[in-house]
């Protein structure tokens, strides 16, 4: 993307717009800033710590990815900032997340933490640093026509994190600038290595966004109280017993603690539903039981980034054909999303495996991502 110049008249120097760098002490944000300072921009960096608590634990690395930012920052002599939005975090993202798990379903803070901290929070804060824009090391990519910003897919299949960016608001990515989107992972490595940076062999996160990798199950429980109950197959049979709902998800295998079962087969068991008025957690056997699969969903509303227009409304009353995703690296599929009364009812061309409520839908056309929603039930027709 070329980069607008700010200049007041003919005979004065150009003045490179102020962009400021999400430094998460990562390669990918590492390489972000070095792009855009080669680029001509103004580059700062701005490492956010949204997470106070258990400091000092095995699994808190805030205070070395902090290191790792600034050692970047330093090596490309930029200047470096640090903010704490751990207040906004927990009232914003980590609240929802604990509401979730306590009524039973599977949230993804990740999508929260974008629209409420990162393209919120951070983008006003980095304005008041006199900012023009900001700058993610996320794999997406934006294009601008007509006055309108558009989201698109990274051009790496493999990372493409549009999915975690679909609830961010036209605006914000108006003034964001995602310089590694048309890269692949490969070559965002290579070029740090080639430039000496600290982070370039770093590992990839993968915890919850901010809190970072540790035991989930301990994590949970020192939020929410456990509450045991039944595990009972789909026939009703009692077959075990689970330590909460909170610790499962749809299409689990592991961690049923579900041995042999006289009279039953040695085909794995799976969670297929969650009762949570009885507290009971329903199984069945066999990866590609009927009963794991459904074609239709329903979202109570969806976040379209660029609003609805007319061609999409008129035909989300007879059916939008599009694609979407239910998780994270799933491959498109192709669907039918209708306008209801109640929200909106998504259906699938084929069956999907383990779509499951509390998680998001993002909605595609080609590489465009049109936006998403929360599910909230599903079913088989």
């Not at 960016?165 to 890269?183: C, N, Q, R, Y």
């Not at 039953?264 to 539903?273: A, H, T």
């Not at 498109?332 to 909106?344: F, L, M, T």
């Not at 495996?353 to 929360?374: D, S």
Request: net charge neutral; proline share 3%; aromatic share 10%.
């Amino acid at each position: 993307m070329d980069h607008p110049n700010k200049k007041n008249s003919a005979s004065e120097e150009i003045s490179m717009p102020k962009v400021i760098v999400g430094m998460s002490g990562g390669v990918d944000s590492s390489v972000t800033a070095l792009l855009l300072k080669q680029q001509g921009y103004t580059v700062e960096g701005l490492f956010m710590k949204n997470w106070d608590e258990d400091d000092g634990s095995q699994y808190c690395s805030a205070e070395q990815d902090m290191l790792d930012a600034k050692s970047v920052a330093d090596l490309l002599k930029i200047p470096f900032h640090t903010a704490n939005f751990a207040h906004e975090y927990w009232d914003n993202v980590f609240e929802d997340f604990l509401n979730e798990y306590k009524n039973g379903r599977t949230p993804n803070p990740d999508i929260l933490c974008n629209r409420e901290i990162k393209f919120k929070i951070f983008l006003n804060y980095a304005q008041i640093l006199g900012a023009d824009y900001i700058a993610t090391g996320h794999y997406a990519q934006k294009i601008e026509q007509e006055g309108r910003t558009y989201l698109l897919k990274g051009v790496d299949s493999t990372k493409d994190q549009s999915y975690f960016l679909h609830a961010v608001d036209e605006k914000a990515f108006s003034k964001t600038l995602f310089p590694i989107g048309k890269m692949l992972k490969t070559e965002v490595r290579k070029i740090a290595e080639e430039h000496g940076l600290t982070t370039a062999t770093k590992k990839d996160s993968t915890g919850i966004c901010f809190i970072g990798e540790r035991r989930f199950k301990d994590f949970l429980q020192k939020y929410l109280p456990a509450q045991p109950g039944k595990i009972e197959s789909s026939s009703g049979d009692v077959i075990g017993h689970h330590n909460g709902l909170m610790y499962h998800t749809i299409g689990q295998r592991q961690g049923l603690g579900i041995g042999g079962l006289k009279g039953s087969d040695d085909s794995p068991w799976y969670v297929i539903k969650k009762d949570l008025l009885r507290n009971v957690l329903i199984v069945a056997q066999g990866t590609n039981n009927p009963l794991l699969f459904s074609n239709r969903l329903r979202v109570s509303d969806i976040h379209w980034i660029n609003g609805v227009s007319k061609e999409i409304e008129g035909k989300l009353a007879k059916g939008l054909s599009c694609k979407a995703k239910n998780r994270y690296r799933q491959t498109d599929q192709k669907c039918s999303v209708i306008k209801k009364r109640q929200g909106y009812q998504i259906t699938f061309s084929d069956p999907q495996r383990a779509v499951t409520p509390g998680q998001f839908i993002v909605l595609y056309q080609e590489n465009l991502c049109l936006g998403g929603g929360v599910i909230e039930e599903t079913w088989n027709v």
